[in-house]
């Protein structure tokens, strides 16, 4: 199989495990969104060490220990994953499922944003129009939800502070994933113990089956990171930008159709504003893109062409 293809495949089935997470997470119940996060971090490290292992891939670790800098970086980084699997976790598990799609639905445009303000960059006419409507559809669902969507907006910015620092660390998925819950560690054990020390923990009195599936929120939070890791390798920046729309598509359609959580009127203007400003800054970036291919290409030609020509 191409590398290519294999890619994409990789890469649909990390959205497609994402895109389902809001069936995963009621299977938990009772235990709250604090503890599923405790034993989130602890397995997705257990899991992560294991295929480290495998690979026997360490020499990472002598690099990074000699920087400081990128330890700091990504112990932040460790703290705002934290605050969005945290918040998602919540905003699932309290019906709240169309809002946390809401979220990742403008993530793209809270990168862009962030993009200006924190490394200076130049947007295109396009794309400006596209952070515009996007402004005005979080305007119109503050004003159908009755306030802002704060679970939305703590979802998207998180996981943009989370994407600016790791653009400047510059790690693999899985080392990132390994340190960041490393991070969290022991605060995370430490907190499962208390928990099941005061008999408020749900690990070991609601039967192995729920022990299972409270084990499994590392599985389904290391798996689809991996894959997204290889699938990163080998699919084209602008092909990973629109596949990325699976796993928030996904999980409204779980909310709206699955849940039955209510859509007023205003709330679906909201949301098709939100539609507008992708499809707009998706289309801009695909002409970007072929404009820049086209570029490289009549460049190629002319350095490959006879002189005097």
């Known amino acids: 199989m191409p590398e290519y293809r294999r890619g994409i495949l990789y890469a649909v089935a990390a959205y497609v495990i994402w895109g389902l997470f809001p069936v995963y997470w009621p299977l938990l119940k009772p235990a709250t969104a604090v503890e599923i996060l405790a034993h ?28 400081p800098r990128k330890l700091g970086l990504l112990t932040l980084a460790a703290l ?8 998602y976790i919540y905003a699932v598990n309290i019906g709240h499922v169309v809002e946390a799609a809401l979220g990742y639905f403008i993530n793209p445009l809270v990168n862009v944003l962030f993009g200006v303000v924190l490394f200076r960059e130049r947007l295109r006419r396009w794309q400006w129009v596209a ?3 996007g402004t005005v559809a979080v305007l119109v669902l503050a004003v159908a939800y009755g306030k802002p969507p704060w679970l939305a907006l703590t979802l998207a ?10 653009k400047g660390v510059n790690i693999g998925a899985d080392e990132s994933l390994a340190v960041e ?45 991996l894959f997204f890791g290889a699938a990163a390798i080998r699919v084209p920046l602008s092909a990973m930008g629109l596949l990325q729309y699976i796993a928030p598509i996904l999980q409204f359609l779980y909310g709206v159709l699955i849940a039955r959580e209510t859509m007023p009127p205003a709330r679906w203007a909201g949301f098709a504003i939100v539609w507008l400003a992708l499809a707009v800054f998706t289309w801009d970036g695909i002409r970007a893109s072929r404009a820049v291919r086209q570029e490289r290409r009549a460049a190629a030609q002319a350095e490959g062409a006879p002189v005097g020509t």
């Open 80 to 87: 705002l994953i934290a605050v969005n699997w945290g918040t």
């Open 181 to 225: 819950t490393l991070v969290l560690f022991l605060p995370a054990l430490g907190y499962i113990g208390l928990l099941e020390f005061q008999g408020a923990g749900t690990f070991a009195g609601y039967g192995p089956l729920h022990a299972v599936l409270l084990a499994g929120a590392g599985v389904v939070t290391a798996v689809p990171l």
């Open 131 to 133: 952070v515009g409507l």
């Open 40 to 67: 989130r971090m602890v397995w997705s490290l257990l899991l992560v060490v294991a295929v480290l292992a495998v690979r026997r891939h360490w020499s990472w670790l002598r690099e990074l220990a000699r920087q």
């Open 157 to 166: 910015f998180s996981f943009g502070f989370y994407s600016v620092i790791k």
